[in-house]
Nanobody
Framework: QVQLAESGGGSVQAGDSLRLSCAAS????????MGWFRQAPEKDREFVAS????????VYADSAKGRFTISRELNKNVIYLQMNSLKPDDSAVYYC????????????WGQGTQVTVSA
């Protein structure tokens, strides 16, 4: 079984930066993409960014473009989300997810890490 574990969340001021990490552990697995999602209180979970296994191409939500950067270390099965110029609207629980080969959706999820940005 594969587990994803996020870390790096915390409480910061608007304009600060944070880097989230997501480490995969357990049995080796193949994935088409890994991504970051977030969910704020009383809101639906929303896509933030993703990175494909093959080629490393990235996709960002409009809210993340220009401020967030997703990256990876293939040999460590780790992905990162560098978040700069944080805003109070970025406050949410951030989840890491993996889209396994053969799955039609993101099917492996971490437990999440809280990010709180105060004005």
């Amino acid at each position: 079984q594969v587990q994803l574990a996020e870390s790096g969340g915390g409480s910061v001021q608007a304009g600060d930066s944070l880097r989230l990490s997501c480490a995969a552990s357990g049995r080796p697995f193949s994935y088409d993409a890994m991504g970051w999602f977030r969910q704020a209180p009383e809101k639906d979970r929303e896509f933030v960014a993703s990175i494909r296994y093959s080629g490393g191409s990235t996709v960002y939500a409009d809210s993340a473009k220009g401020r967030f950067t997703i990256s990876r270390e293939l040999n460590k099965n780790v992905i990162y989300l560098q978040m700069n110029s944080l805003k109070p609207d970025d406050s949410a629980v951030y989840y890491c997810a993996a889209h396994q080969v053969g799955s039609h959706q993101y099917n492996i999820w971490g437990q999440g890490t809280q990010v709180t940005v105060s004005a």
